[in-house]
């Protein structure tokens, strides 16, 4: 009988103890460009960049790809970002080039960080946390607002070193891919 309770018990602490396995899958997510101005310089270009979607695939080792929909000729192709060496890569279309940078490399300084309620996303209540910096080298402000409920599971800790716009603050609070982001680069 105590060899049964030892078993047991033993079942029962390796479950509580286990870690929480971080989310592995694709999100799909529509994308809307709008302007706060009739004309702004770059439109067209800014129009065909993001394109009308956006497929994000999450692994077990922290990587992020991102394969952007039915964006124009100058439009991102996709963006990759790999844990294992820290990296970010993007792709544009029509161009034989792939860009790469060290995201442990922070590009905005920071100005503000705010949280609260957000709407109500596909039925769920959701949080948001809104992050403002200022792009030194293209002297523009840069609000990051990412809306989250918790689900599903990101491990904050594979996202440790992602600095660059302040995306491992955002996943350490939201613990969670995002169920909306709203990136506001000025005009």
């Known amino acids: 009988m105590k060899i049964f309770f030892l078993l047991l ?32 310089q770059n439109q067209e270009y800014l ?23 039915k964006t124009g000729e100058r439009g991102y192709d996709f963006n990759l970002y790999i844990n294992s060496n820290n990296h970010y890569y993007a792709k544009w279309k029509n161009l034989d080039t792939i860009y790469h940078y060290n995201v442990k490399n922070q590009s905005l300084d920071f100005v503000s960080k705010t949280t609260g309620k957000s709407e109500r996303i596909l039925g769920r209540e959701c949080d948001f946390i809104q992050i403002e ?18 689900l599903p599971y990101l491990n904050p800790q594979l996202f440790n070193n992602f600095d660059d716009f302040y995306t491992n603050d955002l996943i350490d609070k939201a613990k969670s891919p995002f169920m909306k982001m709203e990136l506001d680069l000025g005009d």
């Open 47 to 69: 129009e065909e960049k993001f394109g009308d979607g956006l497929k994000v695939y999450y692994n077990e080792r922290g990587d992020i790809f991102k394969k952007f929909l």
């Open 133 to 150: 910096g200022f792009e030194p080298i293209g002297k523009q402000s840069v609000i990051q607002k990412y809306s989250y409920n918790g």
């Open 9 to 40: 018990s033993i079942q029962i602490l390796n479950s509580c103890s286990s870690d929480k396995k971080s989310f592995e899958g694709i999100i799909t997510y529509r994308t809307e460009v709008s302007f706060k101005k009739d004309k702004v």
